[in-house]
T-cell receptor, first 113, second 114 residues
Framework: DAKTTQPNSMESNEEEPVHLPCNHSTISGTDYIHWYRQLPSQGPEYVIH???SNVNNRMASLAIAEDRKSSTLILHRATLRDAAVYYC??????????????FGKGTKLSVKP | DAGVTQSPTHLIKTRGQQVTLRCSPK?????VSWYQQALGQGPQFIFQ???????QRGNFPDRFSGHQFPNYSSELNVNALLLGDSALYLC?????????????FGPGTRLTVL
C-alpha cells in the first residue's frame, strides 16, 4: 500500500472548521482514500472514504485533489469530542479482498474551548 | 447491536509467558483482523482471519498466532513474551466483500509484559 504524509499535530477552536491535510503522491489508480480517527482510550473508528469525487457524510467531508495526490478531511464545526488522532490511509479495494489497513502516525487534533 | 468486544481489557504477564486474547466481531461480520499498537504509534497489522483461516499476515514473528472459530470469534496467541510485546492489541471486524471494507474496532486489550 502507498504511503501517506500528515502533519504530526494541529489545533483548532471549538465550533470552527478544521481542515486536516494528507499527501499521497504515490497513490495508484485503484487506491481508495480512507480516514479513521482514534479517540483517547478507544480503538480507531471509521470516518469517511473516497476514490475520486468529494464525499460527505454525517461526520465529515473529504475533498480529493483532481490529481488524487492529496486530500483534506474537513470537520465543519469542531467539538471537544473531535479531539483525536486522525489517520489517512490508502487502501486497495480488490473485489472480495479484505485488504488490511496500514496506519501511519496520524495527526493529533487538539480542540480548544 | 453489540459492536466488537474484546477480553480481557487489561493483562499483566512476565517475560517468557504465553497469552491469549479474545475477540467477538460485530454481529453479521465474518472477518477479523488483529493489530498491535505501541505507545505513541499507529496500529500495526498482525493478521486477518476469514473462514477460519489466516488470509493475510503482517511482519510479525511466528510467536504470534491466531484462530477463528465457526461463530467468527477469534483468538490471538503470543508465545514466549518479550518486553517489546507490551502494547494495546486491537481487534477489528468487517464483512468480506463489502465495497468499502470498513473495519469496526474494539476497545483493545492492554498487555503489559514485565
Amino acid at each position: 500500500d502507498a504511503k501517506t504524509t500528515q502533519p504530526n499535530s494541529m489545533e483548532s477552536n471549538e465550533e470552527e472548521p478544521v481542515h486536516l491535510p494528507c499527501n499521497h503522491s504515490t497513490i495508484s489508480g485503484t487506491d481508495y482514500i480512507h480516514w479513521y480517527r482514534q479517540l483517547p482510550s478507544q480503538g480507531p473508528e471509521y470516518v469517511i472514504h473516497g476514490l475520486t469525487s468529494n464525499v460527505n457524510n454525517r461526520m465529515a467531508s473529504l475533498a480529493i485533489a483532481e490529481d488524487r495526490k492529496s486530500s483534506t478531511l474537513i470537520l465543519h464545526r469542531a467539538t471537544l469530542r473531535d479531539a483525536a488522532v486522525y489517520y489517512c490511509i490508502l487502501k486497495g479495494n480488490y473485489g472480495g479482498s479484505q485488504g488490511n489497513l496500514i496506519f501511519g502516525k496520524g495527526t493529533k487534533l487538539s480542540v480548544k474551548p | 447491536d453489540a459492536g466488537v468486544t474484546q477480553s480481557p481489557t487489561h493483562l499483566i504477564k512476565t517475560r517468557g509467558q504465553q497469552v491469549t486474547l479474545r475477540c467477538s466481531p460485530k454481529s453479521g461480520h465474518d472477518t477479523v483482523s488483529w493489530y498491535q499498537q505501541a505507545l505513541g504509534q499507529g496500529p500495526q497489522f498482525i493478521f486477518q482471519y476469514y473462514e477460519e483461516e489466516e488470509r493475510q499476515r503482517g511482519n510479525f514473528p511466528d510467536r504470534f498466532s491466531g484462530h477463528q472459530f465457526p461463530n467468527y470469534s477469534s483468538e490471538l496467541n503470543v508465545n514466549a513474551l518479550l518486553l517489546g510485546d507490551s502494547a494495546l492489541y486491537l481487534c477489528a471486524s468487517s464483512l468480506r466483500g463489502q465495497l468499502n471494507n470498513e473495519q469496526f474496532f474494539g476497545p483493545g486489550t492492554r498487555l503489559t509484559v514485565l
